[in-house]
């Protein structure tokens, strides 16, 4: 049976605070906190205070490096990958509650509103990765794309390397493991076609509500999760192997959706999950606090000392195994929501993983003649 899914928002009491005096619509961070790496750097801290300021454009910028390497290994035990490959840093989505806020700031920009519009672009990532895999001294083993920003943000419709890292990937028959929010990953279903018949490839859609109004001010330059399922529908139609991703759960905003957007995922074709509590680490802190009390005024304390409750009176963990689920009762409640739900809807059930026995280089496939 099926559920019947309907956009709408779930609390009345969300206020819409585009109409606030000086609140960047379609941004999620309001502002630019201070770069913990940069000893000089000129930062408004109190606008009446300065006399000629000149407030910061907030237009996307596309920041195209010559990086030096795409591939890095990923040494946290608590995110379930060994490598991954990033063709964007920094990400136009604008999900205020990104962890991958806090790496803009080794760039030289600051977590906040830089994030969402200075976007640096790998053009040459392709050829890195190809270069890469070429390594004699590479084993095969799956790398995710992307686990940091997301692949298919609005600058791969311009760029494409998303596409092309794909490319080199079924030339090597390179595992990969995905992660997005963005419909546009719809443009390479027949790449991810072919990779998924060699099991190369699978993909997890990140879904944190169905409340329009929490999305578009948490999340503002995402596509809806009408859309995300839609996404989960067509390519798991396409024998791509789907899952959905519920993250981050947050205590008093969206965690009570968790086995709404299970079943629904479950429905249009997910077979795996996976979820993050909410962590507020470095300038993250900063930025959530200030969209918090902005968005929520009716609810932000209640929301702050959940969170707080969650990791020892502090609103973030640096504790592996602890960091990205929390402790105390709201985290374990999150986390016997998950088993439950999980279990109900057949989510998790198989044993499935990427195979790299198919890996070869270009020229080896001559040499087993």
């Given amino acids: 049976m099926t559920t019947q899914f309907k956009q709408e928002s779930s609390d009345s009491n969300i206020k819409e605070p585009t109409e606030a005096a000086g609140y960047l619509k379609g941004r999620g961070a309001q502002f630019n906190p201070k770069n913990r790496f940069l000893k000089y750097e000129t930062i408004k801290e109190h606008p009446e205070a300065i006399d000629d300021w000149i407030e910061a454009d907030v237009a996307t910028q596309y920041l195209e490096d010559k990086a030096k390497s795409i591939v890095n290994k990923v040494d946290s035990p608590d995110v379930g990958m060994f490598y991954s490959m990033n063709p964007y840093q920094g990400c136009e ?14 760039w030289g920009y600051s977590a906040g509103l830089d994030f969402e519009r200075k976007i640096i672009v790998k053009k040459n990532a392709p050829q ?9 001294q590479w084993e095969c083993v799956p790398i995710s794309l992307s686990g940091n920003t997301d692949c298919y943000q609005p600058a791969e419709k311009k760029f494409r390397i998303t596409r092309q890292l794909l490319e080199v990937c079924l030339e090597f028959n390179q595992p990969v493991g995905m992660i997005t929010k963005n419909a ?16 190369l490839v699978s993909v997890l859609v990140s879904i944190t509500s169905f409340d329009e109004d929490l999305r578009r001010v948490m ?16 390519l798991s139609d396409a024998g791509v192997r789907m899952g959905v991703m519920l993250g981050p759960m947050i205590p008093g905003l969206n965690e009570y959706e968790m086995q709404k957007i299970m079943q629904a995922a479950s429905e249009a ?6 979820y993050t509590f909410i962590r507020l680490n470095g300038a993250i802190k900063l930025i959530f606090h200030d969209w918090l009390y902005k968005n929520f005024p009716d609810r932000a304390d209640k929301v702050w000392h959940l969170i707080e409750s969650s990791h020892d009176g502090k609103v973030n963990d640096s504790r592996w195994g602890l960091r990205m689920r929390g402790e105390g009762p709201v985290a374990d409640m999150v986390r016997q929501q998950f088993k439950k739900y999980n279990k109900r809807y057949g989510l998790n059930d198989e044993r499935w993983e990427l195979d790299c026995s198919h890996f070869r280089r270009p020229g080896e496939w001559l040499s087993l003649f």
């Fill in 128 to 136: 890195l990765l190809r270069k890469f895999l070429m390594h004699p």
């Fill in 219 to 234: 999340e503002p330059r995402t596509t809806t999760a009408k859309q995300r399922l839609r996404v989960i529908r067509e």
């Fill in 269 to 274: 074709g997910a077979t795996f999950s996976a």
């Fill in 93 to 106: 989505h604008g999900c205020i509650y990104c962890y991958a806020r806090n790496a803009h700031e080794y």
């Fill in 184 to 199: 546009g990953i719809l443009r390479d279903k027949d790449i991810l076609t072919k990779m998924a018949e060699k099991k």
